[in-house]
């Protein structure tokens, strides 16, 4: 798939939920396990690119402020859908990752699962500048992106490759390879990375 962004909304109105493999209607396993285990900071949370707000309503659930953005108005709609029919207070927005309408320093997490990986090339820099922006120092930013192993693609990522990305912007906690059956019951494989803004930047 390419990321012509536009093209996702257009996905989002031709099939149903279901039918999209990323959306798995309950919330990914490597959120749940760092929720659980107090490695994120319960506060303002971003979640980049929400898609239909699954894992923006449960950072809800769990006492989060959460903000969930996507560039597809229709995954918008079944996230704002979602969030009235749980009585949850999650705002779901409408928006460009690569112009994030917040302030500086305004969350302190920022989750973003299979996001990055969809960015081009040209356009990853303002990305992680954006994200780093709206990071407070201190903050936590879980980036689960595309692993090597899924075959050699523009968007497959290897361990070095992700250091030198994002190493001059956070300070990178942890990376933890993992394997993911999706919702179109085929295995892939990720790389789940926990960073942190660090009080100097």
């Known amino acids: 798939m390419d990321s012509n962004y536009e093209e996702w909304d257009r996905i989002y109105r031709r099939y149903p939920l279901e039918a999209l493999p990323w959306e798995l209607g309950r919330p990914r396993k490597v959120l749940v396990g760092l929720v659980k285990k107090g490695l994120v900071k319960k506060g303002k949370a971003l979640d980049i690119c929400c898609g239909a707000g699954t894992n923006a309503l449960y950072l809800t659930k769990k006492g989060f402020q959460v903000t969930g953005i996507d560039i597809s108005s229709k995954a918008i709609e079944h996230a704002k859908e979602k969030a009235r029919k749980a009585n949850a207070r999650t705002q779901f927005q409408v928006q460009n990752f690569l112009n994030l309408p917040f302030e500086d320093e305004e969350f ?11 960015v081009k090339v040209e356009d990853r820099d303002t990305f992680i500048r954006g994200v780093h922006r709206v990071l407070k120092k201190g ?3 879980i980036m689960v992106c595309f692993s090597y ?3 050699q693609a523009w968007n497959h990522f290897t361990k070095e490759q992700i250091i030198q990305l994002f190493s001059n912007h956070f300070k990178i ?3 933890e390879h993992i394997a ?3 919702g179109d019951g085929y295995i892939r494989y990720f790389y789940s990375v926990l960073m942190e803004k660090e009080l100097s930047s």
């Open 180 to 182: 993911s059956v999706e």
């Open 108 to 118: 302190d997490f920022v989750f973003d699962m299979g996001c990055f990986h969809h």
């Open 139 to 141: 903050g936590s930013y």
């Open 173 to 175: 906690k942890n990376i």
């Open 149 to 151: 192993r899924n075959g």
